[in-house]
């Protein structure tokens, strides 16, 4: 099979890149091809601009993954746009060049995020579950309505719903951890907002599930089956890594420094991965202890 891959050099894209290759043949999509050389090999072939392409039908498939991150920088406008613009601009370029083609790739795998539900409380959420109209859900029903133009009898859409993603080489765990070293680690606002969070592995063997079940189209919450509150993934964290739990941050320092951003962080989601499990996808990492202790334990291997 040959792939096309967005966000190659990123934090999913590269862990994707190691279980594909050997496998299939690879093209990553990056405005630093020699980025790509320097960082996956030359045995991938890099594309600095979709420009370079008619259309998409050398390719049996796509896999999008690019997009600025969300939670990254304070929310300015020029940083909604660019997050915004990031996800949208690229997706809708993909799309017109599947589109322009006579025989597309089959399928599209398109990235989108749990935020698409906006803040939910304690109500469980599943891929039907109607959202909450705020920024976060803006960016992402607009990303996924751009990546469902390429439906066709020819090629089939599947949507990952992200949630925060645990792995040793990058994610927000990773930026967690100096203060939960230190013994300075604490739930955020009232904690008792919730996670849907999932191991990086996981991700990537959904993202190989989806690639190969051909039956499988449409939107899928790519989180693991225990959401967990921000309380209970502080506790965790703290226990597992053997530190103090006391430390609290109060929501509105968190208003004071981050701005709207801090609504990510304040709020959230309890989402269930109802039709990955209807489809017969099982997760290696389903509990949340579980996956922290490999995620730690590889990060002191690294």
Not at 46 to 64: G, K, M, R, T, Y
Request: include cysteine; charge should be neutral; glycine fraction near 10%.
């Amino acid at each position: 099979m040959k792939i096309l891959l967005t966000g190659g050099t990123g934090f999913i894209g590269h862990r994707l890149m190691s279980h594909l290759r050997g496998h299939h043949q690879l093209a990553v999509l990056s405005r630093s091809p020699n980025k790509v050389y320097q960082r996956l090999g030359h045995d991938v072939e890099a594309l600095a601009s979709l420009q370079e392409l008619d259309n998409l039908d050398a390719f049996d498939a796509v896999i999008n993954l690019a997009g600025e991150p969300i939670a990254d920088k304070r929310w300015s406008q020029a940083q909604k746009d660019s997050i915004c613009q990031s996800r949208w601009q690229l997706t809708r370029q993909l799309v017109d060049k599947l589109k322009a083609g006579k025989h597309p790739p089959k399928v599209l795998i398109s990235g989108s995020a749990v935020g698409y539900y906006g803040r939910q409380g304690d109500t469980l959420v599943d891929e039907d579950s109607h959202p909450h109209p705020e920024f976060s859900h803006e960016v992402c029903a607009r990303w996924e309505e751009l990546a469902m133009a390429a439906v066709s009898e020819q090629t089939r859409v599947c949507l990952i719903r992200l949630g925060m993603v645990l792995g040793a080489e990058g994610g927000a765990l990773k930026k967690m951890l100096p203060g939960y070293r230190l013994g300075l680690g604490g739930p955020i606002g009232s904690g008792k907002q919730y996670m849907s969070w999932i191991h990086i592995e996981d991700v990537v063997n959904l993202l190989l599930f989806l690639l190969e079940h051909e039956e499988c189209s449409g939107a899928f919450n790519a989180t693991a089956p225990e959401p967990v509150t921000n309380e209970q993934f502080s506790r965790n964290l703290a226990r597992v890594l053997g530190k103090p739990h006391f430390a609290r941050i109060p929501a509105w320092a968190m208003k004071l420094l981050l701005g709207e951003m801090a609504d990510l962080l304040l709020t959230g989601q309890r989402v269930m991965p109802v039709r990955l499990q209807q489809a017969g996808f099982h997760f290696r990492y389903p509990t949340l202890d579980k996956a922290l202790k490999e995620t730690l334990g590889a990060m002191r291997n690294a």
